[in-house]
């Protein structure tokens, strides 16, 4: 599977594929490159493959008129009860979106109206721009002047040194946040 994103090594794993085409993209440019341009994780790709295996089986046998006896939430899909239908699983029970150590990193809970206005927001208080991991998601929602995409002079009005701020930035626990 690598072979279909440029990767001419063998590579164990989907995972492996995607962190070697991340560096690629980040060595290239400042900006990170944007998630839908990288392969799946080896997790989400194995729900992927039972799902097109699933399909596949009942499009082999359409015109037998002996469907297979396949079902449905051991191939890649969860059933939704309320709406009668079937949804594409994309992590298998128990599996984290991201490594336990990449949730710990500097992320703030902001969720008021005006979030990420004050220092006791955990990302602006180290002078850190909001993530999309952040509880206020670091859009437009967000009001963290350091987030990437405003400019360097923008943050020249905000900045403060003080020994002061910087200890009350450090004690600030990410989640009592606005």
Known sequence: MGACYGITTPTSSMTKIR???WAQKTGKST???????L???????EQ?????????????????GDPPTLA?????????????CLIPRNMEDGVSYAPEHILKVVRCGCTSERACRSGKCGCMGRQLPCTMFCTCGGGTACSNPFNITETATDHADILDDSDE????????????DE
């Open 31 to 37: 900006a990170a490159p944007r998630l839908c341009s």
């Open 19 to 21: 962190q070697k085409l």
């Open 48 to 64: 992927k493959v039972r799902r097109a295996h699933h399909q596949a089986a009942h499009w082999y046998s359409a015109l037998s």
């Open 72 to 84: 449905a939430v051991e191939h890649g899909w969860e059933a939704d009860d309320t709406n009668k």
């Open 165 to 176: 701020a910087n200890d009350r930035a450090m004690d600030v626990d990410d989640e009592d």
């Open 39 to 45: 392969p799946p994780t080896t997790e989400a790709f």
